[in-house]
């Protein structure tokens, strides 16, 4: 019930742009749909498990997405470092904080641009990289292996990446 009588016999509708009458459209068998929940399901349970790893490694799933990224590299400036890791621009800082203060990267002063910094792992920060990532890797291949053929990975990531595309051009 959207409406209701005033004391002195006004008639007010409580949602004036919202009509119960609006007839959706049947989604329970839209094939598109369909994949969400799915989707969601696969991404929350590989979060979960990836995430409770790294952090038996004594780590935030933040610090290991920054150090994996700057491993095997000459470093990055900040700016690079966000684009590339799934940490925010605001969460960047305070992650790249707490980990110069464990000695597992330093900030390095750009020649020729004082503004520009780039970060650079450690002698320590590239032995944790070497074997976290080397755990975290071992660690995850055998969901991987028990639920898809190389063929059917090559086949997912293909399909997963055309998916983010169209997100990305927006709608």
């Given at each position: 019930m959207d409406r209701f009588r005033t004391g002195s016999g006004l008639t007010v509708q409580l949602?004036?742009?919202y009509s119960p009458l609006v007839e959706l459209p049947d989604l329970k068998d839209d094939p598109h749909l369909k994949l969400v929940r799915p989707l969601v399901e696969a991404y929350l349970a590989f979060s979960r498990a990836g995430s409770r790893h790294i952090k038996s490694m004594r780590l935030t799933p933040s610090q290991f997405d920054?150090?994996?990224?700057?491993g095997?590299?000459?470093?990055?400036?900040?700016?690079e470092l966000s684009a590339r890791t799934l940490v925010t621009k605001g969460t960047l800082t305070g992650v790249l904080d707490r980990l110069v203060s464990k000695g597992l990267v330093r900030r390095e002063t750009i020649r020729g641009d004082r503004r520009a910094t780039r970060v650079l792992l450690t002698a320590k920060g590239d032995v944790l990289f070497r074997k976290t990532f080397a755990a975290h890797v071992d660690f995850l291949r055998p969901f991987f292996e028990r639920a898809l053929s190389s063929q059917e990975v090559e086949q997912a990531c293909a399909l997963l990446l055309r998916l983010r595309d169209s997100f990305r051009q927006g709608g």
């Open positions: 949602f004036p742009h920054v150090l994996v990224t700057l095997d590299t000459q470093g990055m400036t900040c700016s």
